[in-house]
């Protein structure tokens, strides 16, 4: 159920920070991450220089060749310098970041669709070197990274359309020398997210698949086996994003869902990796293509974040342990976003959306009390 009602407003004694106020998302012609179209298919935000502001790396192309970007944050979300990643264009899908090579800045591991995906390490001061690829090119849609084996270094989980999904194991020198696949070898997975689902000390996997495919968790059973495959959804989801988080506050990682054509859900876990209530969110027709979690009103309660293809995105604020939201749209309904993010990019304590759209300017849009 979505209604709009207004949130008890707290103050944070000592730091002036706002908890529970309500919420707008605004963005201006300064907001912009440059001001050229291209057909973007992801961003990611991180402190890429070690200045202490957040900046924003830019996967460009989707199933065309186009340059992929860095932008830097000059402060107040003003990114006005500009950095190529890299010489090649190419159909990118993912730029994921991550310390890959253990010297404590953030790298870049980008995903391609049939074209040599690429790791490019960092100096420390947001310059970046092609350090090599990583396994074949394949239809890579998303790429997610964590140390999946629990050996100190971040693996890459590598997502393809129609294809094996791919785990390729970092050596801790940003090297990915083995792999390993996961799921059904025909598997339509767009996107997977990562987490200990049950409690066992093993990473669990959450597939979101299209095609008529049924979403499934896979429970790791220790040395990258996941044998225990357990469907969710009604079987036909066109699911294309995934996040997890404990939306209802019991303990339990739960997981949200991204899809085209229908309700977007909440999946509440039993703790154990099996789904305990499925909710709704969103309208019937929503065409969402992404989504993050994160507490947008500073009220303890974790928000849901959606970026739609044509329709205005919206911030889903959680009303009551994920059993009731406020919906508050922001976004031009005419552009398709593809992928956002969320950081606090202007340092005012609150998080903020950067969006990736594929065929108009990608934008940030800040988080601002609404006094109406």
């Known amino acids: 159920m979505i209604r709009s009602v207004?949130?008890?407003?707290?103050?944070?004694?000592?730091?002036?920070?706002?908890?529970?106020?309500?919420?707008?998302?605004e963005t201006n012609s300064r907001l912009s991450l440059g001001t050229e179209?291209?057909?973007?298919?992801?961003?990611r935000i991180g402190d890429l220089n070690a200045d202490g502001r957040l900046d924003v790396a830019v996967a460009n192309g989707r199933h065309w060749p186009q340059q992929n970007l860095i932008f830097f944050n000059q402060g107040r979300a003003r990114f006005n310098l500009l950095r190529p990643l890299g010489r090649d264009m190419a159909t990118s899908y993912a730029t994921e970041l991550?310390?890959?090579?253990?010297?404590?800045?953030?790298?870049?591991?980008?995903?391609?669709?049939?074209?040599?995906?690429?790791?490019?390490?960092?100096?420390?001061?947001?310059?970046?070197?092609?350090?090599?690829?990583f396994g074949k090119p394949s239809s890579i849609r998303s790429l997610t990274l964590a140390d999946i084996d629990r050996d100190g270094d971040v693996d890459i989980l590598a997502n393809a359309r129609g294809r094996p999904n791919l785990i390729y194991l970092n050596d801790g020198s940003g090297q990915f020398p083995q792999s390993q696949t996961f799921g059904n070898a025909v598997d339509s997975t767009i996107d997977v997210a990562v987490a200990d689902l049950n409690r066992d000390g093993e990473l669990d996997l959450v597939l979101a698949n299209r095609d008529g495919q049924p979403n499934v968790v896979l429970l790791n059973q220790g040395d990258l086996t996941f044998t225990e495959r357990i469907p969710f959804g009604t079987g036909k989801d066109e699911t294309r994003a995934v996040a997890i988080a404990d939306l209802d506050g019991d303990g339990h990682l739960d997981w949200?869902?991204?899809?085209i054509g229908q309700l977007n859900s909440v999946y509440l876990s039993d703790g154990q990796g099996h789904v305990r209530k499925t909710l709704h969110f969103g309208r019937p027709g929503d065409q969402t293509y992404t989504l993050a979690i994160a507490d947008m009103n500073n009220d303890e309660q974790l928000d849901i974040v959606v970026g739609n293809v044509r329709q205005s995105n919206a911030v889903y604020i959680n009303k009551d342990g994920a059993t009731d939201f406020q919906q508050i749209p922001f976004g031009d309904a005419s552009e398709s976003t593809y992928n956002l993010a969320v950081g606090d990019l202007n340092d005012d304590g609150y998080q903020d959306i950067a969006v990736a759209n594929s065929g108009s300017i990608n934008r940030i849009y800040l988080n601002l009390p609404d006094e109406k």
């Open 6 to 25: 207004a949130l008890p407003l707290s103050l944070i004694l000592g730091c002036g920070i706002l908890t529970g106020q309500e919420r707008k998302f």
């Open 256 to 259: 949200a869902c991204g899809n």
């Open 98 to 133: 991550a310390d890959l090579d253990g010297d404590g800045d953030l790298d870049i591991a980008v995903g391609n669709d049939t074209a040599p995906n690429a790791i490019f390490l960092n100096n420390g001061n947001g310059e970046f070197h092609h350090h090599g690829s």
């Open 37 to 43: 179209e291209h057909l973007s298919a992801s961003l």
